[in-house]
């Protein structure tokens, strides 16, 4: 069964299009992952996603139902974890979510026998009766992600979950997931750290300019855009990265750029370039060979210039 | 899409459009906008004891220093002791002050500053529900922080009359009157200091004209009419009345203002609360 299917879906903000037009089709039980530098687009159809914003074009269906701001069938079965924390500073760690599981409908003895069972999950139990202020960033999106279980999601859905977390704090939210995962919640996330989704990820879709470039497992989307085989020269001069860029790519399946002072080349085996610019007489003196990840196939879809 | 749903999941479509365009919605009051109002009251309940105080303070040193003080000095306003004319008006202004101060500077920081709202609204919660939750707060707040008041004008023996068994409803109603608005103002304010635009420009003049010092009758006319159509003024008419035991008919021209009121207001803040959440 389809969580979300999209098709065309649009949105604009006057002449301003934030979401140009995306078909999304997400599976029950898979995390897929919505990469995309500041300004893509992701945060905005995930509003849609979560019926916080109508839209303008298109259709999208979550869950069997059309989304729209206020269909409650939805909202129901969803998880929120919003870019903000957004927790209440009025009540305790534990009230906050023992208060949004009412808000599901949930009642009392209910509430709170879930609200103690999310906190043990997310190593907070400790931290029950206290005020949310004097909680530590990383505590703090724990304590969303138990807010956002509280009404036993289907979907969850999380907009940047680990942004400003330290690597510990990351770690534990990743291993989270993917038990949430294993349990069988559909998970869509948007980031633009590259290891959680090569990490977390079954599949992704790579979004800039509202419009999604690329889609399929981490694998598929690597070799597709830029090959398994990456090789860094560093310090290459001018004159001798054109003749390196120009016998490169008799290779086939190769690609050479020139990045910073340096020479990069992607392609299914970066080895056979290596052994044609021996051939030459080419051979760079100092390079790195390494296995492409998503961060190449980001920057090479994106491009290197920083975004606002 | 959105009209499409609409008509293929009728309960729902009320929802469906408040996300968009200008308009009327009736607050909601179910089972989940009485657990935004848990939210409220849990939250009270950890500073109560200074917020009671607060609330308390000043209409009390009102109370002293204009009743007891420049009273002594002030004739008899309608046959009644200053003192005694100016306790059920500075009831009302307890109760409206009470619901007014809270209401906006909360509101304000729910939706601009903590995310209280944005987290209700990702949850099954409408705007509306929202709302609804609030006015049950605040109406609570009136009757609460009221009856505070009140316990003091009886102990001042400043009670006449059996009838301020009725207070509660013209104190529930100044909690639905003054919420709304209150409600309304910070949705569209876009920093603190225009919260005080409402304060002064509104909330002052209500606290000063609307025969809590004075009654209005040597007032020319025009300045009557204006104040005739402020909220407080009734609220203040009717909870004098029942302080004193000066029950008439006329009461009944006050309590059709204030319903009149509390619906109109009431119908105000939902969709311009779920403009601001649903973009």
């Known amino acids: 069964m389809r969580v979300i299917e999209a098709r065309g879906l649009t949105k604009r903000y006057g002449t301003m299009t934030a979401v140009a037009g995306i078909d999304l089709d997400v599976e029950a039980g898979e995390c897929f992952a919505l990469l995309g530098p500041n300004g893509a687009g992701k945060s905005t159809t995930i509003r849609m996603i979560c019926c916080l914003g109508d839209v303008t074009d298109g259709s999208l269906t979550v869950l069997g139902e059309p989304a729209y701001p206020g269909n409650r069938r939805i909202k129901h079965q969803l998880g929120v974890v919003a870019q903000e924390d957004h927790l209440d500073p009025g009540l305790t760690v534990l009230e906050n979510i023992e208060l949004h599981g009412r808000f599901y409908g949930l009642d009392g003895g209910q509430a709170r026998a879930r609200a103690l069972e999310l906190l043990v999950f997310l190593q907070l139990d400790s931290r029950a009766g206290e005020q949310v202020r004097a909680l530590s960033g990383g505590m703090r999106r724990r304590l969303v992600i138990a807010r956002a279980l509280m009404g036993g999601p289907r979907l969850l859905v999380l907009d940047e979950p680990t942004t400003g977390l330290d690597p510990q704090a990351r770690l534990l939210v990743w291993a989270k997931l ?22 977390l990820a079954d599949r992704l879709a790579i979004v800039d300019h509202g419009r999604i470039l690329e889609r399929g497992t981490p694998r598929e989307v690597i070799d597709r855009v830029v090959g398994a085989d990456c090789l860094e020269c560093l310090g290459v001069a001018e004159a001798l990265a054109a003749r390196m860029i120009d016998v490169a790519a008799t290779v086939p399946g190769a690609r050479a750029e020139r990045q910073g002072d340096g020479l990069v080349v992607f392609g299914p085996d970066a080895g056979r370039v290596l052994e044609a610019w ?18 190449d196939v980001f920057l090479s879809l994106t491009g290197r210039d920083l975004r606002e | 899409m959105s009209a499409d749903a609409a008509s293929a999941v009728p309960a729902l479509g009320a929802e469906a459009r408040a996300g968009a365009g200008l308009g ?40 002293l220093a204009l009743g ?18 100016i306790g059920p ?19 304000y920081d729910r939706l601009n500053q903590n995310g209280i709202y944005q987290a209700m609204i990702a949850a099954p919660l409408s705007a509306a529900e929202i ?30 009359s059996w009838w301020s068994l009725l207070l509660p409803l013209p104190l529930v109603a100044a909690g639905v009157l003054f919420a709304c608005p209150g409600l309304l103002v910070a949705t569209f304010a876009k920093n603190h200091e ?20 004075f009654p209005l009758a040597h007032l020319p006319a025009a300045v009557r009419l204006l104040i005739d159509v402020t909220p407080l003024f009734h609220v203040v008419n009717i909870v004098r009345a029942l302080v004193l035991g000066t029950v008439g008919p006329g009461l009944w021209g006050d309590a059709a203002w204030v319903c009149a009121y509390c619906l109109a207001l009431a119908a105000l803040p939902a969709r311009a609360l779920a403009r601001r959440l649903t973009t």
């Open chain 1, 178 to 199: 993917r038990e949430l995962r294993a349990a069988g919640v559909t998970i869509l996330i948007t980031t633009h750290y590259m290891d959680e989704a090569e990490r």
């Open chain 1, 278 to 295: 021996r051939t030459a007489g080419l051979e760079p003196s100092r390079y790195v060979r390494r296995p492409s990840g998503l961060e």
């Open chain 2, 24 to 63: 009327w919605q009736m607050p909601r009051f179910n089972h989940r906008a009485f657990m935004v109002a848990r939210r409220d009251f849990l939250a009270w309940a950890k500073y109560y004891r200074s917020s009671v105080l607060l609330n308390f303070g000043e209409p009390l040193t009102n109370l």
């Open chain 2, 68 to 85: 007891f003080g420049l009273g002594t000095y002030v004739a008899k306003m309608n046959g009644d002791p200053f003192v005694d004319f």
């Open chain 2, 89 to 107: 008006g500075l009831l009302a202004v307890t109760a409206m002050n009470a619901v007014t101060f809270d209401v906006t500077f909360e509101a």
């Open chain 2, 131 to 160: 709302v609804g939750g609030e006015i049950v707060w605040e109406a609570a707040r009136s009757l609460l922080y009221g009856a505070v008041f009140f316990s003091v004008l009886l102990v001042l023996g400043l009670v006449h």
């Open chain 2, 194 to 213: 225009q919260l005080f635009y409402y304060f002064t420009l509104a909330v002052t003049p209500m606290f000063l004209f609307s025969g809590v010092f």
